[in-house]
């Protein structure tokens, strides 16, 4: 079979399987209260950190059809790798965060799951994953949160130093870890959330986490004031929250200025992740399933300095993609800057614990 065929063979295939998944998704947001039998995975007898073996397969083009191109948009695609593994529990992938050098990683599975490791780098380029451990994400009796009804699907994860927040998407609640005190063997706390929040679907709820940090001056933490009035601000997005117009929303939860916004929602698209630059770009993921055209992935710019309580913000495409490329059912964004200063961007998807899809990691550089 030629590699065009093969391919076509294969976004047929991974078209089916988006297919099942909608259908499996809009089943569990009927009031499904377990999760499938492969997400426990992550036994929920299981407290300590397992280690986890992970292969990877290099992705040498991000464009099939033509492989001498690389780039995307405002992005310049660097490597891929998909990753494999024995552990009955690694999938499901839906947020990541990075340390400073792009290197160390904190992810978090949609089936109430850690996991920890290094990124190994060969020439610049992703080569595999090092010291990999999985463990589950435990609630504030010290149990893995999945003892809960619905509590399996966290979906969304932000980090401030020492302090994790992840997002559960069906029972829309925020839980605040502090790695202090134990890394991924910490206890989570739940957090006040507006109203609004506890009312967003149970599964197009809380899908991607933000957090703008304090500026640090001297040794003392104050905020940004002049500059950054939403600095100590957690941002929380939801996938498909609809307010009274159609747009997407989104909250502000502590800071000076608590409260909800919009984001504007175009060409179907839902959020499922977002990432806060530097620059004071908030970068959201977006997806988008049809039967037609399969899955579409886009990555949008955002002004912080836009967002407001009441505001409706938007901004331009930087990137978009769709099953032509090597793309899957992409639920994370991070991103690092090199010592050469380029902005990098780390992707990685949620296969769902589906043979049709793959779990994928990603890295572009911004160009522009």
């Known amino acids: 079979m030629s590699t065009l065929s093969s391919r076509r063979s294969f976004l047929t295939h991974a078209a089916a399987g988006f297919s099942t998944l909608a259908l499996s998704r809009h089943a569990l947001a009927q009031g499904a209260a377990e999760p499938p039998s492969r ?5 929920n007898a ?24 690389t780039r995307f948009g405002s992005l310049e695609y660097r490597s891929g790798l998909v990753l494999t593994s024995r ?38 380029k992703m080569a595999g994953l090092d010291d990999v451990e999985a463990a589950p994400l435990l609630g504030a009796e010290g149990r893995p949160i999945t003892d809960k009804r619905l509590w399996w ?37 739940v957090i006040p959330v507006p109203p609004g929040v506890r009312r967003l679907p149970s599964n197009k709820g809380l899908e991607a986490l933000v957090v703008v940090p304090k500026e ?6 104050q905020s940004k004031g002049q500059g950054q009035p939403l600095a100590g601000t957690l941002i929380a997005f939801s996938e498909r929250g609809l ?41 959201i993921l977006e997806r988008k399933f049809s039967w037609f055209t399969g899955v579409n992935i886009r990555i949008r710019s955002l002004q912080l300095k836009s967002i407001a309580p009441g505001a409706l913000v938007d901004g331009p495409a930087l990137f978009v993609a769709d099953l032509g490329q090597e793309i899957d059912n992409m639920e994370g964004i ?16 949620d296969d769902n614990f589906s043979m049709l899809q793959r779990t994928l990691l990603l890295q572009f550089t911004l160009a522009e």
């Open 243 to 283: 307010d009274a117009d159609g747009n997407l929303t989104a909250f502000l939860i502590g800071g000076p200025t608590p409260g909800q916004f919009s984001v504007r929602r175009t060409e179907k698209y839902d959020i499922s992740d977002a990432v806060l630059l530097p620059s004071g770009e908030i970068l």
């Open 87 to 124: 552990y009955r529990g690694f999938g499901g992938l839906s947020g990541i965060r990075l340390d400073a050098k792009g290197e160390g990683f904190l992810a978090v599975s949609d089936q109430g799951g850690w996991f920890t490791g290094r990124i190994r780098y060969a020439g610049g």
């Open 153 to 189: 699907d966290s979906e969304s994860i932000a980090r401030d130093g020492n302090v994790v927040y992840v997002g559960l998407e069906r029972v829309n609640q925020i839980l605040r870890y502090d790695f202090s005190k134990g890394g991924t063997h910490a206890r989570g706390e």
């Open 334 to 349: 991070d991103a690092h800057v090199t010592p050469e200063g380029e902005t990098v961007l780390t992707l990685i998807s």
């Open 39 to 43: 997400a426990l995975a992550i036994e």
């Open 46 to 69: 299981v407290t300590e950190p397992v280690r986890v073996e992970v292969n990877a397969r290099a992705i040498p083009s991000f464009e099939p059809r033509d492989r001498t191109r």
């Open 216 to 221: 640090k001056d001297k040794g003392k933490e």
